[in-house]
């Protein structure tokens, strides 16, 4: 588990007591990570922080570190209602929005259907020489995870 704030080690060491958690940097980790992963979770921020925004910074970076079979798991936020915009007054700034416009390529970044999101994560996986193989989505709140399996393409000879 790679995390960035040292106030999680201890909840993490108890929630998930076996696993190997690492303070650090989860982008500059990516960047030099050498190991090959079959389960990848991105737990990302529902906005923006730091020159970051959601888990856009990871891609297509992360396709480097997953094996020739393997699932990633993203939060994803098709759209937010008027209640949510009132209780996270901090979604969907214009940082954010602009991002999402880019990353999704879309002209309507506040409202991105989940459909149009796993068209945007087949073509980034299609340039690093995979392809979706399956995927699902499950609703939490207003943030979705969205599980997609991925096959390596294997050369034709």
């Known amino acids: ?6 106030e999680c080690y201890k909840p993490l060491r108890k929630n998930v007591p076996g696993a190997k958690i690492k303070i650090v940097d989860t982008f500059f980790q990516l960047s030099k990570c050498q190991d090959l992963f079959d389960l990848v979770i991105i737990d990302n921020p529902t906005s ?5 925004c959601e888990h856009f910074s990871a891609f297509p970076d992360v396709f480097r570190i997953l ?3 393997a699932v990633l798991i993203v939060n994803v936020i098709p759209a937010v209602n ?9 979604l969907f700034n214009e940082s954010q929005l602009l991002m999402r416009e880019n990353f999704y390529q879309t002209n309507t970044p506040d409202d991105v259907p989940l459909n149009h999101m796993v068209k945007v994560y087949n073509k980034l996986a299609n340039s690093c020489e ?19 399996r991925f096959n390596k393409k294997m050369e034709l000879t």
Do not use: A, G
């Open 82 to 90: 008027q209640d949510i915009m009132k209780k996270f007054p901090y």
């Open 48 to 52: 923006t922080f730091n020159q970051h």
């Open 130 to 148: 995979f392809e979706m193989i399956d995927h699902f989505s499950v609703k939490r709140t207003f943030v979705y995870y969205l599980v997609m």
């Open 1 to 6: 588990m790679w995390e960035i704030d040292p």
């Open 67 to 69: 094996k020739d079979d």
